[in-house]
């Protein structure tokens, strides 16, 4: 069973930064993605940044590309998401999900397996 634990949110003024964390544990997949998305209330769940862990290259969406960095750590089986320049519209519960067999990143309803979520605020 896959378990993913995210933490690093919190209150944070516009211009700020934050660094979220995901560390996974239990089993292991051979070929898999990792993804984070965002839920705002009254939204629905929105993409944010993505990779497979056999590749070396992040994807983000629009709205935070330039902003945001996905990064991995292997070994600990954790990834990532540097959040530079901070906007009021960042402000969401931030999730983690995994799986396999993933055809794209964006797409939350490929993945399987969800955190339960980490608070981002931003205020003005």
């Known amino acids: 069973q896959v378990q993913l634990v995210e933490s690093g949110g919190g209150l944070v003024q516009a211009g700020g930064s934050l660094r979220l964390s995901c560390a996974a544990s239990g089993r292991t997949f051979i070929r898999s993605a990792m993804g984070w998305f965002r839920q705002a209330p009254g939204k629905e769940r929105e993409f944010v940044a993505g990779l497979w862990w056999s590749g070396d290259t992040s994807f983000y969406a629009d709205s935070v590309k330039g902003r945001f960095t996905m990064s991995r750590d292997n070994a600990a089986n954790t990834v990532y998401l540097q959040m530079n320049g901070l906007k009021p519209e960042d402000t969401a519960v931030y999730y983690c999900?995994?799986?396999?067999?993933?055809?794209?990143?964006?797409?939350?309803?490929?993945?399987?397996?969800w955190g339960k979520g980490t608070p981002v605020t931003v205020s003005s």
């Open positions: 999900a995994t799986g396999e067999r993933i055809v794209s990143l964006m797409d939350h309803h490929e993945y399987p397996y």
